[in-house]
């Protein structure tokens, strides 16, 4: 086992984009004074998830859904194994992290849209009360990644938290992907400020 490249740059710099504009987002929700940063902030986190879906098909090896989203077996058996402390350590994503990545992009795209329609006065008051539910909702599955990625990282002893930082991860050298996709992560920054422009005009 030694440190291997896991995570491309298209992957780590979506987690810290998603990541930093949940937090300025949530922040800003019930200010007026802030609300052009709470859209952009907004429209970060649907960019990320809007973007991560394609990659989640045609990016690196532990990007790829294929790689990490299993049924329902799969998962309580990993959290029987969590629980006994005997849980095989992943080099990619394990069970209950992949539900949670699909979670979170899923309530980013939904509570981006809502909010979207809400600054363009679309819903009313119904819809602002969904999207508080949603960003509410997506609090919450953060909270329970934030223990996952803990849990996991005193159980293996790898600070998973750093792999997010550094992309790398231990493993065989076999199972390092090649390369770590910097032309992509160009396009996401792209999408990104370009998510930003059009909803700040």
Known sequence: MQKILV?????????????????????TGDSETFRLVHVVAGATVLAVASFRLP??????????FVDFVHGPTALKTY?????RLEAPQHVGHNPAGG??????????????????????????HLLEELHE????????????????????????????????????????????????????AMLLIGWVLAASWWVAN
């Open 7 to 27: 995570w491309d740059w298209p992957v780590r710099l979506g987690h810290w984009l998603m990541v930093s504009g949940f937090i300025l987002a949530w922040l």
């Open 79 to 83: 959290f029987s194994q969590l629980i």
């Open 55 to 64: 990659w989640g098909f045609i990016g690196s090896r532990y990007a790829r």
């Open 133 to 184: 539910g949603l960003a509410a909702a997506m609090l919450t599955v953060v909270c329970i990644h934030l223990i996952g990625v803990l849990s996991g990282s005193l159980l293996h002893g790898e600070n998973l938290v750093r792999t997010m930082i550094t992309g790398q991860k231990l493993g065989a050298p076999e199972q390092a992907i090649p390369s770590a996709r910097p032309v992509a």
């Open 99 to 124: 539900w949670a990545i699909m979670l979170l992009l899923a309530l980013g795209i939904l509570t981006g849209l809502a909010g979207w329609a809400i600054y363009n006065d679309i819903g009313g």
